[in-house]
């Protein structure tokens, strides 16, 4: 037996151990956006430590930002002349409301059947766990093929604020030849699938301000404007009927997507059934002129993720509310720029907002789109591996979700990452009862021994 058989076989039979040390990693609540999850983001930068001093990194450190810390660790032992990794992942998580539509607790990880239940475990605590274990493994029986750093950040689900100036700040720390960003998913299980562009994002939060206090809605209505029915009018003005964004000048930078890639991607599985079935949608919608697998990840696009004004508890208050708040998020694709998307929002808004009316804008997370380089080395490695373990080429995928540091990474380090990840598009991701499928997740860990071994 070679040592990539004996590796493959030593995951095998730790399958349960490994198991148990993802309910370890998952139950932690590391919710990057609350305030009071503080201390456990520290505790689980922690045990992220313990666990790459355990894979034989001879540099591990804690690096502290104004938010939440970066862990680092370095295993430089296999040479010079091999090449240099650096495995990407967040430890951070998203919130876990509405928590009533839980079935579980959210970080009591829970296995039922095929699946583990918990927030996080597919986005992306299992997928930080599946390479170490392949890291793992691979160590067990001998030793370790490349050269391998790691940055494991904990602002991933919110945008990533302080990971570009960390970069900027230790650009000759993540010297390496790639990265291995396990963060994006798989079409279906049992599709291998690589991912080769992200969309990018630009997220705002739109305060629409009337008088300066709550008014009573029978004595002032009629005479008073109120901010929550003009911010529903100013949002159904951003999109026309044929679901194009109306933001002036929205899609000057908008590349022009090639007939080749068209082609290429009107050759995946993605068809109107594939996005109605994993959604329960009773029909779909988009932007004239593009396929489903075009709209959902080569277009941007514009929705709003969250809208609050006056009275939302149970039953009903009669009141003209003073203020009206949306959150509104745009997925951007190449070339566009998020800052020059503010300042679209920012022309519309003064085109259109009445004399009664004032507005503030709260930016949140930002980050260009990213198209990777797919006929590197590194990519026919993982491309090799999956075949390995799936009997199949992997698909290449563009990727709706955003994940800010791809783009960091080419423009900071010069470098290019492979992009995949064994999560499920029905893994409820964000959304109440996430969960992963474990025999696709395994098949995940010897994948990504395989392709250690191909590097
Ligand atoms: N892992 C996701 C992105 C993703 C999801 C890629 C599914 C491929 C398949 C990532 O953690 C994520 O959710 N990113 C956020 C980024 C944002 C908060 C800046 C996103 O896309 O909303
Ligand atoms: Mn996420």
Redesign the pocket.
């Known amino acids: 037996m070679d040592l990539r058989e004996q590796a493959v076989e030593f995951a095998h039979e730790n399958k349960g151990r490994f198991l148990s040390e993802l309910v370890d990693f998952v139950r932690m609540p590391s919710v990057s956006t609350n305030p009071e999850n503080a201390a456990d983001i520290q505790k689980t930068a922690e045990w992220l430590v313990a666990e790459l001093k355990k894979r034989g990194c001879t540099r591990v450190e804690v690096f502290p930002t104004p938010k939440h810390p970066v862990v680092y660790g370095e295993w430089l032992g296999a040479g010079a002349d091999k090449p240099t990794v650096l495995v990407y992942g967040?430890y951070d998580v998203?919130p876990v409301d509405p928590i009533d539509l839980w079935d579980t607790p959210p970080f009591t990880p829970t296995v039922k059947g095929d699946y583990m239940f918990a927030r996080g475990v597919s986005?992306?605590k299992g997928q930080i766990q599946a390479a170490l274990k392949a890291v793992e493994s691979i160590q067990a029986v001998g030793p370790f093929p490349v050269n391998v750093k790691y940055i494991f950040e904990g602002e991933?689900?919110?945008?990533?604020p302080n990971l570009e100036p960390f970069m900027r700040e230790h650009t000759d720390l993540l010297k390496c030849d790639f990265a291995l960003n396990p963060?994006?998913?798989m079409i279906a299980a049992g599709v291998p699938t690589i991912?080769y562009a992200?969309r990018g994002?630009a997220?705002f939060e739109i305060r629409l301000y009337g008088q300066d206090h709550d008014l009573h809605s029978g004595l002032y209505g009629g005479v008073v404007q109120n901010p929550a029915n003009v911010l529903c009018e100013l949002i159904a003005g951003m999109k026309d009927a044929d679901h194009r964004v109306t933001l002036p000048g929205f899609y000057d930078k908008v590349r022009p997507l090639s007939d080749e890639e068209r082609a290429e991607l009107a050759r995946l599985p993605l068809t109107e059934e594939y996005y109605l079935s994993g959604t329960g949608a009773r029909k779909l919608v988009g932007e004239k002129g593009y396929t489903w697998v075009e709209r959902a990840g080569a277009r941007p696009t514009l929705d709003v993720n969250g809208l609050y004004s006056g009275f939302i508890g149970d039953g009903s208050k009669t009141v003209l509310p003073y203020y009206a708040m949306a959150k509104i998020s745009t997925r951007l694709v190449p070339d566009q720029d998020p800052v020059e998307i503010r300042q679209s929002l920012e022309k519309y808004l003064d085109a259109h907002i009445p004399d009664t009316m004032r507005y503030e804008i709260i930016e949140h997370?930002g980050?260009k789109a990213s198209i990777t380089d797919i006929h590197t080395p590194y990519v026919k490695a993982l491309e090799k591996a999956m075949e390995t373990v799936w009997n199949k080429r992997p698909l290449y995928k563009r990727?709706g979700?955003?994940?800010?540091v791809v783009g960091h990474m080419q423009e900071i380090l010069g470098i290019e990452s492979v992009l995949t990840?064994f999560?499920l598009p029905d893994d409820n991701?964000?959304a109440p009862n996430e969960r992963l499928l474990l025999p696709n997740w395994y098949q995940g860990i010897d994948a990504l021994i395989h392709f250690f071994y191909n590097l």
């Open positions: 967040h998203q986005d992306m991933e689900e919110i945008g990533s963060d994006s998913g991912v992200l994002l997220y997370a980050s990727e979700g955003s994940i800010p990840g999560g991701v964000h």
